[in-house]
């Protein structure tokens, strides 16, 4: 439930919003990572997306290809 909330902030440009839900998530999974990643990618804040990646690598989640992508998303721009 949490990551939907994330998502929808994040589409909507709130990404302040979106990391105080996330903040407040006690256990993190790879789904509310993975929201916090696009929403940054999606509005172009690179430095914000390699930080939270590195905090998901040290947070013990397994990366897959389709979260480095989401990663790596826009950061080429």
Same mark, same amino acid.
């Given at each position: 439930?949490?990551?939907?909330?994330?998502?929808?902030?994040?589409?909507?440009?709130?990404?302040?919003?979106?990391?105080?839900?996330?903040?407040?998530?006690?256990?993190?999974?790879?789904?509310?990572?993975?929201? !916090?990643?696009?929403?940054?990618?999606?509005?172009?804040?690179?430095?914000? @997306?390699? %930080?939270? +990646?590195?905090? !998901?690598?040290?947070?013990?989640?397994?990366?897959?290809?389709?979260?480095? @992508?989401? %990663?790596? +998303?826009?950061?080429?721009?």
């Amino acid at each position: 439930m949490s990551s939907h909330l994330i998502d929808l902030y994040a589409k909507c440009g709130r990404m302040d919003d979106a990391q105080r839900v996330f903040n407040k998530i006690p256990v993190r999974n790879a789904v509310s990572w993975i929201a !916090m990643l696009k929403g940054y990618a999606m509005h172009e804040q690179g430095k914000e @997306v390699l %930080a939270h +990646f590195k905090w !998901m690598c040290e947070d013990g989640i397994e990366i897959d290809s389709v979260t480095f @992508v989401c %990663a790596l +998303f826009r950061l080429g721009e």
